[in-house]
């Protein structure tokens, strides 16, 4: 078996790992990761850009290194190289426990365990839960899936497709680091520069890619694709994030529903720009949103697979 078929072939089951088991609850190594970023920031922070570019350089090079060296050291075994791909892409995927969290979510408010939905939320989005009804749940929830069916998913079997395991281990270290430290807050509007700059970067393709997927299978989630590509065309550039705003949009119209508007976090309030047309969605649209993610994750996970299986042989 050639090492490129054995990486798609380890990615695909990955992924399937991913759709069995979801995120172990104890000991995820992404954890692992945050509380390593939190000792190292104790040391790199400094309330400058220049601070925040080396805690970048130093977590995320850490982290692609040690996925080069593990590349290295299967060498051209096929049986190691299925093995080492399967569990980072395992490791690294987030869908299965997104789109868990988002039925969860659906259930919780249709038996009117409003309290209970606001205990959920967190898990999802930094929106303040306290201050939400069951709409404002719903549409909180509903984006949160909406994005990270792209950050979660597409992102990282992307940057699998494209670089292989030290791909997907530096992917998500740039994506977590955005997590933690890419606030525009006091604390963070210079130090977490560099790491909300970089995620920006490394989710442009992905963001669109996504979105691509979103309005081809907007039908599965009962919409119409020229629903969901005039969303995206018309409003994704409208949303602060470059990435989040085509993610949004684009499903946005695929469900036939209106995103965005007045939105409340812990640390303020923002008046976000509303994308697509139709009514605010209710908590049938939050399950149809589900559905559609688990849609775009799978065309995902195929098309990467053999794009990685596709992909013209390189030397280690």
């Known amino acids: 078996m050639r090492k490129r078929t054995a990486a798609a072939g380890g990615m695909l089951l990955g992924f399937a790992l991913d759709r069995a088991v979801g995120d172990p609850r104890r000991g995820h190594p992404v954890a692992g990761f945050g509380s390593a970023a939190m000792a190292v920031e104790k040391v790199t922070y400094r309330d400058s850009r220049v601070a925040g570019v080396v805690n970048e350089v130093v977590l995320v090079g850490a982290v692609t290194g040690l996925g080069i060296g593990v590349r290295r050291i299967v060498g051209r075994s096929a049986a190691a190289e299925i093995g080492v791909t399967a569990l980072a892409t395992w490791t690294v995927l987030g869908g299965t426990t997104l789109a868990r969290t988002g039925r969860e979510m659906a259930e919780r408010l249709e038996s009117g365990d409003i309290e209970g939905a606001r205990e959920l939320l967190p898990s999802l989005c930094g929106r303040d839960p306290s201050v939400l009804d069951a709409d404002g749940l719903a549409r909180a929830a509903l984006e949160s899936i909406a994005e990270n069916t792209s950050d979660a998913t597409v992102a990282p079997l992307f940057w699998g497709a494209v670089a292989g395991v030290p791909g997907l281990l530096g992917y998500r270290a740039i994506n977590t680091l ?18 909300a700059r970089t995620d920006d970067v490394a989710n442009l ?63 303020g309030t923002e008046m976000r720009p509303t994308l697509g047309d139709g009514p605010i969605p209710e908590v049938r649209d939050l399950r149809r949103a589900v559905r559609l993610s688990e849609a775009v994750q799978l065309a995902s996970a195929l098309a990467a697979a053999l794009v990685l299986a596709a992909r013209r042989r390189r030397p280690n």
């Open 205 to 267: 393709a992905p963001a669109r890619i996504a979105g691509a997927f979103t309005t081809v299978l907007a039908p599965l989630a009962g919409g119409r694709p020229a629903d969901a590509w005039r969303a995206w065309r018309r409003d994704g550039g409208k949303h602060p994030s470059p990435n989040a705003g085509v993610a949004e949009a684009s499903m946005a119209g695929a469900l036939g529903v209106t995103l965005g508007g007045l939105t409340q976090y812990r640390h």
């Open 178 to 195: 955005d997590a933690m430290v890419g606030y525009r807050n006091d604390r963070y509007r210079n130090f977490g520069w560099a790491a």
